[in-house]
């Protein structure tokens, strides 16, 4: 199942053109605060010099303390009830962009991917002022250039359709993965965790722990959810990935546009979602929206599409 932004693309790295306004984050670490631990060598030299002779998930985890993280956040718990006990860790942590975990059934192979993970630490500065939130503001946040569930075993049925840019169908594991980022945030001492998901339903399944930066995105993204609650998801999200839905008063095309979804750790990002501001900003932006889809236009493509796979 593909659950993040960037997952529906080829790369991870195409995502990076849409977060502009990340940037590496700081190349140091002193004691994590009162409360916090002091850095390992790995990390120093992770956070200094970009190097993990280690292979370590951010220069700090080892496959133990990812497997121990892990099982504390369900996966491990959720892949066994599925039929896949003891499944194989993969770290791939050399460059820092691009900290790699991935989970197999047995084999380490692309017909046995149970998860895969590509993420790395940066820092976000918001697009404008918002509430606490300053454009010189930096966030230190985890971020998902990546994440896929999948089920090696199981196939697309009638009743489970696949969903844009999905190859196999999920885990239902979403929840319990993005219990293991906040975790992990938490531990380093985040901000957030930020994604930018591509699709409405991945959006929809992060928007249970995230919120989009923005409160007027947020609002957009649940009057289409209201006004598309009738239509399967699977139609739902096909239907606005090619384009088909429209403003009902003008029938103008209403485009998906990409947006920061942040899930909140610590302050002022979780002040301002958290906020009278933001609420109230997202329910006029709700209230004053509405969508529909253009079913000939969605049917002429759909048509357009099978002839050009003949």
Known sequence: MWYTGPVMRNSAPSKRGGLRRLLPLPRRRALRGPQGIAPTESEVLFELEGRNPENRLFGRF??????????????????????????TLVLSC????????????????????LLEARLHLGLFHPPRALGPLKPDNALRTLIINWLVLSDPDRRFTVDRPRLPGQQRPGLGLLAPCLLLL???????????????????????????RMHFLSPEAEGRFFA???????IPLALASEAIHEGCLVDPATAETVPWRPSE????????????????????????????????????AYRAKIAARGRSAK
Not at 187 to 192: F, K, P, Q, V, Y
Not at 276 to 294: I, K, L, N
């Open 182 to 208: 906040r975790d992990m945030a938490r531990e380093l001492l985040l901000d957030g965790v930020l994604d930018v998901p591509d699709h409405f339903h991945t959006a929809l399944f992060y928007s249970r």
């Open 261 to 296: 979804q942040l899930m909140a750790i610590r302050g002022p990002l979780r002040a301002w979602f958290h906020s009278r501001e933001y609420a109230r900003a997202r329910e006029r932006a709700r209230q004053g929206f509405r969508v529909a889809v253009d079913w000939d």
């Open 94 to 113: 050399g460059e820092p962009a691009d900290q790699r975990v991935q989970l197999f059934a047995g084999a380490t192979t692309p017909d046995r991917l």
């Open 62 to 87: 080892g496959p133990g303390e990812v497997m121990t993280r892990l099982g504390r956040a369900g996966i491990l718990e959720g892949l066994r009830d599925r039929g896949f006990p003891d499944p």
């Open 224 to 230: 289409i959810a209201r006004d598309l609650s009738g």
